[in-house]
Each structure stands twice: as structure tokens, then as C-alpha cells.
């Protein structure tokens, strides 16, 4: 991250040393009276085709005019550090040079914006085709609209707050539900099992009344069933004494045990 951020400054800090208009380091670095450098060439050729056109003399990336036409005079402290930059070849392509920040018409970096046309522009562009636009610098456009992104990133960041802050209270609830549900489910546990030792004992007590009732009932079948069976007991033994009275071959011994029919008047 550290190396990141290291190469990113260091490509920033290159930058000034890059032609806006060739796009290579500065050759023969002059200032112009705005504080933007270029290489004397290339501004010179920029200055006179303005001249051909009988426009102002104009910096071609903060579009700030000039009259009369400024004389260039070679900014040596510039010059000095391009050609350490040169001898040690640690140069980093700056970031508007990036493939998407170059004009495909002209291969000029495109350092302006166009509000009419609402497109980013190289300087030829602005001359050529965008001439009488309401222009500026893309820096000055970015500036003017930077506090509105800004602005936009505050209401998020607020958005982001309350979506936060209700998802711990969400989560806050779903602690508190779950809790709940536990301290139900226990309470209930323990119902149940009163509930289940009451019927219990119930249970116990009703089995004791019906096997209490069952040995009366069967007391007093058993009495019957002795009762009954002694009466079986005496009959079949007076069947037993008939039934040997009427094979007795005896008549006298029949007579005497055979009490007499009744008599028909």
C-alpha cells in the first residue's frame, strides 16, 4: 500500500515536468505569465496558429489570454531538474497521459472541458471545433464540481449510518427474541413437568381406588363361587345316594330309603 502510494506521488510530482501539448518531457522549458510550462516549440507553434487566426494568445490549459504576445523566456530551474530526471531515468508517465485522458483526433492530452458540449477537449480540440464555447480547464471544471460529490458522499455516508444503526438495533431484537423464546420454552418445560407429576400421582391414586374395587368385587365373587359350590358339592353327592338307591337290587332297603309318593284322592 505504502509502494502504492509512493509511486502515485511520485508520478504527481513528475507530472510538471511533462509537456501538456507533446506530451513528452520538457525540451527547452519555458513559463508562460499564467505559471503553466511548455516546451518553447510547442508553444510557439500553439501561439502562432492563434496569430494566423487573429485570436488572443491563449495558455492552452487554463485558457487564460494574453495580449500582447508574451515574450518566453526559458525557466532554467525547470530545465535543470528534466535533465536530472533524464540522466537518472526514473521518469513515471504521468496520470493525464493515461490512454483514456489522450484525444484520439489529435493525440494531445485532453486538459479541457467543454460545458456547451459537456466533453473533455485537447487544446486543438478548443481551436479547431469548440471555438466560442463556454471552455475551462478540467481541473477548474473538477473543482466546481467536487463539492457536490462531496456533498452526495456525506448523504451516503449518513445513509450509511442509520442502515448501520438499524441493523444493530435488528440485530439487538433477534438477541432479545431469542432470548425470550428460551426463557418460554424453560418456563414451559417446567409446566409440563408439574402438570406431568400431578397426573402422575392422579394416575397412581385412581389405579389404587380401581384395584382397591377389584378385590371387593372378587371377594365377593369368590364368596358366591364357595357358596355355590358347596350347594354343587351337596347336590351331586344326593344325586350319588339316589343314583345307588335305584340299582340296589334291596326292594325293602329301596322302601325304606325312598321316602313314599304322595297320595292321589
Given amino acids: 500500500m505504502v509502494s502504492q502510494y509512493n509511486m502515485a506521488q511520485k508520478a504527481l510530482d513528475q507530472e510538471a515536468f511533462f509537456c501538456p501539448i507533446c506530451l513528452d518531457l520538457l525540451k527547452d522549458p519555458v513559463t508562460i505569465p499564467c505559471g503553466h510550462s511548455y516546451c518553447q516549440k510547442c508553444v510557439e507553434n500553439h501561439w502562432d496558429r492563434e496569430e494566423e487566426e487573429k485570436q488572443l494568445f491563449t495558455c492552452p490549459e ?18 535543470s531538474v528534466v535533465e536530472q530526471l533524464k540522466k537518472t531515468g526514473s521518469t513515471v508517465t504521468p496520470a493525464s497521459q493515461s490512454p483514456g485522458n489522450i484525444c484520439s483526433q489529435h493525440n494531445k492530452v485532453m486538459e479541457l472541458f467543454c460545458r456547451t458540449e459537456k466533453q473533455l477537449l485537447c487544446y486543438l480540440c478548443c481551436i479547431d471545433q469548440h471555438k466560442g464555447h ?27 449510518h442509520l442502515k448501520e444503526t438499524d441493523l444493530e438495533k435488528l440485530q439487538q431484537e433477534a438477541q432479545d427474541i431469542n432470548r425470550s423464546a428460551q ?26 381406588q380401581i384395584r382397591s374395587e377389584q378385590e371387593t368385587q372378587l371377594s365377593r365373587v369368590r364368596e358366591l363361587q364357595d357358596q355355590i359350590q358347596q350347594e354343587v358339592s351337596e347336590l351331586k353327592r344326593s344325586i350319588s345316594e339316589l343314583d345307588r338307591l335305584f340299582i340296589t337290587p334291596d326292594h325293602n332297603q329301596f322302601i325304606l330309603c325312598c321316602p313314599p309318593c304322595p297320595q292321589s284322592h
Fill in 62 to 79: 487554463c485558457r487564460q489570454s494574453f495580449s500582447p504576445r508574451p515574450v518566453l523566456v526559458k525557466n532554467i530551474l525547470v530545465a
Fill in 134 to 160: 463556454d471552455t475551462v480547464s478540467s481541473a477548474t471544471e473538477r473543482a466546481q464540481r467536487q463539492p457536490a460529490l462531496e456533498a452526495k458522499r456525506g448523504v451516503l455516508l449518513e445513509r450509511l
Fill in 183 to 208: 426463557t418460554a420454552v424453560q418456563h414451559s418445560g417446567d409446566i409440563f413437568r408439574d402438570i406431568a407429576l400431578l397426573l402422575e400421582k392422579k394416575r397412581s391414586v385412581v389405579e389404587q
